[in-house]
Nanobody
Framework: QVQLVESGGGLVQAGGSLRLSCAAS????????MGWFRQAPGKEREFLAA??????YYGDSAKGRFMISRDNAKNTVYLEMNSLKPEDTAVYYC??????????????????WGQGTQVTVSS
């Protein structure tokens, strides 16, 4: 089992920035990918970004404004979010997957999830 705890969400004005963090514990040796999704009310869970040991992947909503980074020594993944817009308001989830997982297939390609952290962007 892998446990994930997100932090860093909150209320921010449009145009502002936030940095989310997610710390993994438990069976961390099984983790290859760490990533972020978000889910707004009434919408499907949306892929934002993921990182294996080196190459990052980004969803369309994250390209150009969000950046994922990872500290393997701390089993922690970060999501730096800039130029935030009201439509970025959602619950943001951290997730992990094993090597060889089909991480670009959507939420079903991932194994473990955090409890989520709320991000609210005011206009």
């Amino acid at each position: 089992q892998v446990q994930l705890v997100e932090s860093g969400g909150g209320l921010v004005q449009a145009g502002g920035s936030l940095r989310l963090s997610c710390a993994a514990s438990g069976r961390t040796s099984s983790i290859h990918y760490m990533g972020w999704f978000r889910q707004a009310p009434g919408k499907e869970r949306e892929f934002l970004a993921a990182r294996g040991r080196s190459i990052p992947y980004y969803g369309d909503s994250a390209k150009g404004r969000f950046m994922i980074s990872r500290d393997n020594a701390k089993n922690t993944v970060y999501l730096e979010m800039n130029s935030l817009k009201p439509e970025d308001t959602a619950v943001y989830y951290c997730t992990t997957a094993d090597f060889g997982s089909d991480i670009l297939s959507g939420p079903r390609g991932w194994d473990y999830w955090g409890q989520g952290t709320q991000v609210t962007v005011s206009s």
